[in-house]
Structure formats: C-alpha cells, structure tokens
C-alpha cells in the first residue's frame, strides 16, 4: 500500500511524464515555437542547471538518495540542453526540443519505478 507521500511522489512523476510526451508531441507535429534567443529563455536554463545541482548538493534521506539523483540530474541535464538550443543552427531546434521531452519522460519513468520499488 502506498503512504500519501509516495502516492504524491508517483503523481508527480506521471505528470513529468506526460509533459515530457506532451513536448515530444508537439515537437514532432511542428505546433511549438519558442523563442530560443529571448531572456526568459536564458534565465529558466540557468535556473533549471541551477536548481538540478541544488537537488543534487543538498543532504537528505538515504533511501531518497537515488531519487535526488534522477532529478537533480534531470533538470541540470534540461538546463544544459536548454543552452545549447539557444546556441544551436535552427534545423536542430526541433530534434533537440524532442530530446528534452524525452528527458522529462524518462526521468518521469525512472522516478516511477524509484518510488515503486519495494523498500
């Protein structure tokens, strides 16, 4: 049986995956835009690269320890992805954007089978 704390850790983890799915989508029916060479772009990238090495750095749980680990990674990795589109030939904007859906997907899978498995 699940403790509402690992119930909500799961729905969070479902809702990453759709959203990964959802970008992924978007991405490859060609309905997304973005303005890779605005501010605000560059602000999230930062924030995301730094927020991941927050949720890596910062002490917690030892049985939380691969949890912090998939995400801080996950989201340092979409910073570090999110800057590169910024920088990158147009023609591989729409790859790199799929690439980050499916980093959001696979972290939300990851996280699922994290917070499922038997303790």
Excluded at 2 to 17: Q, V, W
Excluded at 29 to 58: E, P, T
Excluded at 76 to 103: D, E, K, Q, T, Y
Aim: charged fraction near 15%; proline fraction near 4%; hydrophobic fraction near 60%.
């Amino acid at each position: 049986m699940l403790t509402p704390e690992r119930l909500l850790r799961l729905m969070i983890e479902l809702i990453f995956i759709m959203l990964g799915g959802l970008i992924a989508w978007l991405v490859l029916v060609r309905h997304i835009a973005v303005d890779r060479h605005g501010v605000s772009w560059l602000i999230l990238s930062v924030a995301l690269i730094l927020w991941g090495l927050r949720a890596l750095y910062k002490p917690g749980q030892w049985w939380l320890r691969w949890e912090n680990w998939t995400r801080g990674l996950s989201l340092s990795l979409l910073g570090i992805l999110m800057l590169a589109i910024s920088r990158v030939p147009f023609l591989w904007v729409a790859p790199m954007l799929a690439a980050a859906g499916g980093l959001l997907a696979l972290r939300g899978i990851i996280g699922c089978a994290l917070v499922l498995r038997p303790r």
